[in-house]
């Protein structure tokens, strides 16, 4: 396993798909930076991360049979390989549909994936990781967030976090090539924040409605009840609320 080590970079992503681009790169390879100066996340948001306090990681995966309809199984297992890791720190972690990570009520973790598409197979995929591990201040229009250090009242070792994820993501992976379907999506409804639980959320009409979390679909959307109607939702086309 090749871990390359940046001090500054746009984004691991960025330069781990540049990396693939212009060599062949062994399947999981690693790239790994103490500040990144265009980190991403999901939904086309930044990833905002202090020099050297958090993990920024990505990750190389070369699938040799991956069906497009199977995309979202690839989310549930690295997020229930990032999961587990921090299950050992939190117990109370959970994985915020689609993949985010929340400790109770705070966001510690995002996971940005993309992937490569030829065939209806999904090749090959760059796996973004953020983690907030010793950040103890965060900007006031972030709302909701949190880091391993405030939660635990203790500094931890980077180095040793990077090596727990990668290894469980490499093990985790192998439900994925050994086709534990069913295993895979039962874990993450599991382990689903919110799951049965009547929660509030706004919609792209900006209509604030209370529903409750049911399931996922094949496809990742997300399912849940209200007003006593199955509806399901798309990426971008739900948000979130607290309550009050």
Request: hydrophobic fraction near 40%.
């Amino acid at each position: 396993m090749k871990i390359v080590k940046l001090r500054t970079t746009t984004s691991t992503n960025s330069f781990l798909k540049e990396m693939v681009a212009k060599n062949t790169v062994d399947n999981f390879t690693v790239v790994t930076a103490d500040y990144q100066t265009k980190g991403r996340g999901q939904r086309g948001n930044n990833w905002l991360s202090e020099e050297g306090k958090n993990l920024l990681i990505s990750i190389f995966i070369r699938h040799t049979s991956l069906p497009i309809e199977q995309n979202f199984l690839l989310n549930q297992v690295i997020s229930l390989a990032i999961l587990r890791v921090l299950q050992n720190y939190l117990p109370q972690v959970k994985i915020k549909w689609p993949n985010d990570i929340m400790a109770g009520s705070y966001k510690i973790a995002g996971i940005l994936i993309e992937n490569t598409i030829s065939d209806k197979h999904i090749k090959q995929s760059v796996i973004g990781i953020g983690l907030n591990v010793n950040q103890e201040i965060f900007p006031k229009e972030i709302p909701n967030v949190s880091s391993l250090k405030i939660l635990l009242k203790r500094e931890l070792n980077l180095d040793e976090l990077l090596s727990s994820f990668v290894l469980s993501i490499r093990k985790n992976y192998q439900l994925l090539s050994d086709k534990n379907i069913e295993q895979i999506k039962q874990e993450y409804l599991d382990n689903l924040y919110l799951h049965k639980i009547e929660s509030l959320f706004k919609n792209t009409d900006n209509q604030i409605f209370k529903g409750v979390i049911t399931g996922v679909s094949n496809e990742g959307k997300l399912q849940l009840i209200t007003d006593g109607t199955l509806k399901e939702f798309n990426f971008k086309e739900l948000l979130f609320l607290p309550e009050d």
